[in-house]
Nanobody
Framework: QVQLVESGGGLVQAGDSLRLSCAASGRTFSAYAMGWFRQAPGKEREFVAALSWSGGLRRYADSVKGRFTISRDNAKNTVYLEMNTLKPEDTAVYYC?????????????????WGQGTQVTVSS
């Protein structure tokens, strides 16, 4: 069992930056592939970024490529999402997810554990 807790969301203006954190507890964090997803009001949850257990493989949604960076610190059992040049369309609840696998995972239904989410609101 893995427990995930996101933090770092907030209200910012377009062009600003935020760093989300996802702290994991439970079983061996370094054995888990991690991902970030988001869900805006009235829309389905969508993939944002994913990272393999080693941190060597990364994937990004086209909408965030070049602006967002996913990283992990296995010593701190934490995965991060650095978000730069934020846009109003980035407004959503952001969720982190974990799956015990060595590959990078980009689809939500393949993840086993989810956090409760953190709200990110970007004003224009």
């Amino acid at each position: 069992q893995v427990q995930l807790v996101e933090s770092g969301g907030g209200l910012v203006q377009a062009g600003d930056s935020l760093r989300l954190s996802c702290a994991a507890s439970g079983r061996t964090f370094s054995a888990y592939a991690m991902g970030w997803f988001r869900q805006a009001p009235g829309k389905e949850r969508e993939f944002v970024a994913a990272l393999s257990w080693s941190g060597g493989l990364r994937r990004y949604a086209d909408s965030v490529k070049g602006r967002f960076t996913i990283s992990r610190d296995n010593a701190k059992n934490t995965v991060y999402l650095e978000m730069n040049t934020l846009k109003p369309e980035d407004t959503a609840v952001y969720y982190c997810a974990a799956r015990a696998t060595t590959v990078v995972v980009t689809t939500a239904d393949r993840y086993d554990y989810w956090g409760q989410g953190t709200q990110v609101t970007v004003s224009s």
